[in-house]
């Protein structure tokens, strides 16, 4: 359920932690924000300590008067709720709130996110909190606009195997299953003796001696996902009885562990946190000539891509919550941006529709776990450099205010359960969705494309003229139907519909569409270095699937094999396509849609909103592109 709320213009945003700050520059830093364009800023987060001192001694009167400095400078507050810090003393009254790793670890207090989602009693003191917070502000005509918690999934903490855990999950087996003997039936448990008589003897599937039933460990993951919406949903609906303000969720990049659009339907609007250079080098995998040529302006398809994704998750409304202003602390290297980057950065953002994009933090702190991470200003209050560009941004604003993103032609599916069933049994040790989905995002983009990216259970393709869906474990009702009415060109594949609900493989054999006689026979997967070269260049590596039917071969080995088969709207694709290969396949599917494709320069990227074209310049040095010359980190705006 969604509060409906008015449309936002394009406004910079600042993270900012007055606890951390004596009293007497908290007006000064109110003035300076205000001097720079900044908008928003979001506070409150992990305040919970200084919030609620001791059970149930609150003290509100440094929030009050933050809340207030800032509302009398002109900024909006953004207040999160603290709940990713709960502080010592509740640790010491719910001594089993903590989460509890794969081996059986509890996770310690000292640092962030060590509460275990299934646990009932932490969650009623959440509601507690949350309700305090949103009685005391809801009507605060300076907070417009509510954060819960802080990046779900943040430190790999979804799944516990804590007692909670165990409790929660076997109740969500029996209303899922309703009998024992309908899991075994599920999951396949006659397969090594492991039948179950009732739903009090299911255990965790860690710990086990091989690897546990996939369909055990998928179940657990949907079961943890769902223990996410819930904790989520809770502290919404607290909110929504106190404000009419937009609530957001801060979600990160790359992460898949539960699924955001389940978590996005309860909210107002996605954002997520972006930290480009330590994305490229911490998170990506990719080359390392890659990461030395992007190495402090990141990589020039990443941003975009989870732009796209959230855009998705908050049904077309969301924010950066948390753009990287300078070297951060937590990548295993933390570069300097190139001078530009945090202006690029937040253009990029605004291009894909993004309505705020907000730096982090205000000031660097010269104390605790970030101390070496920067801010738009430094430890002495001196401006950092990312501060000149934020300026910079809010000017720029003011001219083009208006927040939205052009249509797209061509949509990508993205789902988190396919996510996690790669993951359980990827078969190929680099089978890896989210590379799999971003290989094809960023073979679209070097074309120079707008890209939507469409939820699994998508039911209407109508606004599209081709559709990628990719390793889609299991194809959803509503999207089968769609696809059979779509008019454009569908590429399915590798290993779409190849899993059934159960995490079994279907029969008749995937991918079983229908009107297309394909049938992947078998499948193989290829260590680096290996690869089967296919007849018009390029080649397949990581996955290969023998394909059968016939239906006819768009593309083939050098050997005459089929590697992709058509009728009608749908391809199958049966092997991880090279990037030659991949692009190859997109621009022929594009000219045959009638989809205008244009060659992209490396590191040069490309986004229209409805009214603008934005160029942006990921090289460390100049472009000349379409007669105009961009410099290094370079955004180049021009009416459409
Ligand atoms: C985010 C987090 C922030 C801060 C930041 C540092 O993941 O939400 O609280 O830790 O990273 O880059």
């Not at 000292?110 to 949350?130: L, P």
């Not at 978590?263 to 990719?286: K, N, T």
């Not at 297309?516 to 078998?522: E, S, Y």
């Not at 986004?607 to 379409?626: A, C, G, K, M, Q």
């Given at each position: 359920m969604t509060t409906a709320s008015p449309p936002l213009t394009r406004a910079l945003g600042v993270c900012y932690y007055?606890?951390?700050?004596?009293?007497?520059?908290w007006a000064e830093d109110a003035a300076r924000m205000a001097e720079a364009g900044i908008t928003w800023v979001r506070i409150g987060e992990f305040a919970w300590s200084r919030i609620e001192p001791a059970p149930g001694r609150f003290d509100w009167d440094w929030l009050d008067t933050a809340i207030e400095t800032l509302g009398a400078a002109g900024l909006k507050v953004v207040l999160g709720t603290p709940t990713a810090t709960p502080p010592r003393w509740l640790a010491t009254k719910l001594p089993d709130m903590f989460a509890v790793d794969a081996e059986g670890r509890p996770r310690g207090f000292g640092s962030r996110r060590h509460y275990d989602f299934s646990h009932r009693g932490f969650r009623a003191e959440c509601a507690r909190i949350v309700t305090a917070l949103a009685t005391r502000y809801g009507a605060n005509p300076h907070v417009a606009a509510w954060q819960t918690d802080n990046e779900y999934g943040c430190h790999d903490t979804i799944l516990s195997y804590s007692p909670a855990a165990l409790s929660a999950f076997r109740d969500w087996l029996a209303q899922k299953y309703q009998s024992p003997e309908a899991l075994n039936r599920a999951w396949g448990n006659v397969f090594w003796s492991m039948d179950y008589s009732g739903f009090d003897e299911i255990g965790l599937p860690n710990l086990t001696v091989t690897e546990a039933n996939p369909s055990h460990v998928m179940d657990l993951r949907r079961f943890a996902s769902d223990e996410v919406v819930s904790f989520n949903r809770l502290q919404v609906e607290i909110i929504r009885r106190h404000s009419a303000a937009p609530i957001l969720h801060n979600y990160m990049g790359?992460?898949?562990?539960?699924d955001h659009f389940k978590v996005g339907a309860d909210l107002d609007a996605a954002s997520w946190d972006s930290y480009p250079l330590g994305f490229l080098i911490g998170?990506?995998?990719?080359s390392e000539a890659h990461k030395a040529r992007f190495l402090r302006q990141g990589d020039p398809d990443n941003q975009a891509f989870h732009h796209d994704l959230y855009r998705a998750v908050g049904r077309g409304r969301w924010w950066v919550m948390e753009q990287q202003p300078g070297p951060v602390n937590w990548a295993p290297w933390n570069a300097d941006p190139l001078p530009g980057m945090a202006r690029l950065w937040a253009w990029e953002a605004f291009a894909h529709g993004a309505e705020t994009v907000s730096y982090f933090r205000w000031r660097q702190a010269p104390f605790a776990q970030e101390q070496m991470h920067a801010g738009l200003l430094r430890p002495d209050s001196a401006a950092a450099p990312a501060l000149a560009e934020a300026t910079q941004v809010a000017r720029e604003l003011a001219l083009e205010p208006e927040a939205g993103t052009a249509a797209a032609p061509v949509a990508l599916v993205f789902d988190y359960e396919s996510a996690w069933a790669w993951k359980i049994q990827?078969?190929?040790?680099?089978?890896?969705y989210f590379d799999l989905v971003t290989s094809t995002y960023r073979g679209l983009r070097a074309l120079g494309l707008n890209i939507d990216i469409l939820p699994p259970?998508?039911?209407?393709?109508?606004?599209?003229?081709l559709v990628l869906v990719p390793g889609l474990a299991t194809l959803s009702a509503p999207l089968t139907a769609a696809l059979a009415r779509f008019q454009g060109r569908a590429i399915l594949g590798p290993r779409t519909n190849a899993k059934t609900e159960d995490f079994a493989i279907p029969v008749p054999l995937p991918p079983a569409l229908p009107g297309l006689d394909c049938t992947v026979a078998r499948v193989e997967s290829l260590p680096p270095g290996t690869e089967i070269p296919l007849s018009g260049g390029g080649a397949i590596q990581r996955w290969h699937e023998v394909l059968e039917g016939s239906?006819?071969?768009?593309l083939t080995t050098t050997t005459g094999a089929p590697v992709a088969m058509t009728a009608g709207p749908l391809t199958y694709l049966g092997g991880w396509l090279d990037e030659t290969a991949l692009k190859d396949l997109l621009r022929a599917a594009c000219a045959e849609t009638g989809v205008e494709t244009t060659e992209m320069p490396e590191g040069l990227r490309r986004r229209d909103t409805s009214r603008l074209r934005i160029l942006l310049n990921y090289n460390p040095e100049p472009v000349t592109f379409d007669g105009v010359t961009i410099p290094a980190a370079g955004v180049h705006i021009s009416p459409l």
């Amino acid at each position: 359920m969604t509060t409906a709320s008015p449309p936002l213009t394009r406004a910079l945003g600042v993270c900012y932690y007055p606890e951390h700050w004596p009293q007497e520059i908290w007006a000064e830093d109110a003035a300076r924000m205000a001097e720079a364009g900044i908008t928003w800023v979001r506070i409150g987060e992990f305040a919970w300590s200084r919030i609620e001192p001791a059970p149930g001694r609150f003290d509100w009167d440094w929030l009050d008067t933050a809340i207030e400095t800032l509302g009398a400078a002109g900024l909006k507050v953004v207040l999160g709720t603290p709940t990713a810090t709960p502080p010592r003393w509740l640790a010491t009254k719910l001594p089993d709130m903590f989460a509890v790793d794969a081996e059986g670890r509890p996770r310690g207090f000292g640092s962030r996110r060590h509460y275990d989602f299934s646990h009932r009693g932490f969650r009623a003191e959440c509601a507690r909190i949350v309700t305090a917070l949103a009685t005391r502000y809801g009507a605060n005509p300076h907070v417009a606009a509510w954060q819960t918690d802080n990046e779900y999934g943040c430190h790999d903490t979804i799944l516990s195997y804590s007692p909670a855990a165990l409790s929660a999950f076997r109740d969500w087996l029996a209303q899922k299953y309703q009998s024992p003997e309908a899991l075994n039936r599920a999951w396949g448990n006659v397969f090594w003796s492991m039948d179950y008589s009732g739903f009090d003897e299911i255990g965790l599937p860690n710990l086990t001696v091989t690897e546990a039933n996939p369909s055990h460990v998928m179940d657990l993951r949907r079961f943890a996902s769902d223990e996410v919406v819930s904790f989520n949903r809770l502290q919404v609906e607290i909110i929504r009885r106190h404000s009419a303000a937009p609530i957001l969720h801060n979600y990160m990049g790359r992460v898949v562990d539960f699924d955001h659009f389940k978590v996005g339907a309860d909210l107002d609007a996605a954002s997520w946190d972006s930290y480009p250079l330590g994305f490229l080098i911490g998170r990506l995998g990719a080359s390392e000539a890659h990461k030395a040529r992007f190495l402090r302006q990141g990589d020039p398809d990443n941003q975009a891509f989870h732009h796209d994704l959230y855009r998705a998750v908050g049904r077309g409304r969301w924010w950066v919550m948390e753009q990287q202003p300078g070297p951060v602390n937590w990548a295993p290297w933390n570069a300097d941006p190139l001078p530009g980057m945090a202006r690029l950065w937040a253009w990029e953002a605004f291009a894909h529709g993004a309505e705020t994009v907000s730096y982090f933090r205000w000031r660097q702190a010269p104390f605790a776990q970030e101390q070496m991470h920067a801010g738009l200003l430094r430890p002495d209050s001196a401006a950092a450099p990312a501060l000149a560009e934020a300026t910079q941004v809010a000017r720029e604003l003011a001219l083009e205010p208006e927040a939205g993103t052009a249509a797209a032609p061509v949509a990508l599916v993205f789902d988190y359960e396919s996510a996690w069933a790669w993951k359980i049994q990827p078969q190929g040790q680099d089978f890896d969705y989210f590379d799999l989905v971003t290989s094809t995002y960023r073979g679209l983009r070097a074309l120079g494309l707008n890209i939507d990216i469409l939820p699994p259970d998508t039911g209407d393709l109508s606004a599209y003229r081709l559709v990628l869906v990719p390793g889609l474990a299991t194809l959803s009702a509503p999207l089968t139907a769609a696809l059979a009415r779509f008019q454009g060109r569908a590429i399915l594949g590798p290993r779409t519909n190849a899993k059934t609900e159960d995490f079994a493989i279907p029969v008749p054999l995937p991918p079983a569409l229908p009107g297309l006689d394909c049938t992947v026979a078998r499948v193989e997967s290829l260590p680096p270095g290996t690869e089967i070269p296919l007849s018009g260049g390029g080649a397949i590596q990581r996955w290969h699937e023998v394909l059968e039917g016939s239906a006819e071969a768009r593309l083939t080995t050098t050997t005459g094999a089929p590697v992709a088969m058509t009728a009608g709207p749908l391809t199958y694709l049966g092997g991880w396509l090279d990037e030659t290969a991949l692009k190859d396949l997109l621009r022929a599917a594009c000219a045959e849609t009638g989809v205008e494709t244009t060659e992209m320069p490396e590191g040069l990227r490309r986004r229209d909103t409805s009214r603008l074209r934005i160029l942006l310049n990921y090289n460390p040095e100049p472009v000349t592109f379409d007669g105009v010359t961009i410099p290094a980190a370079g955004v180049h705006i021009s009416p459409l």
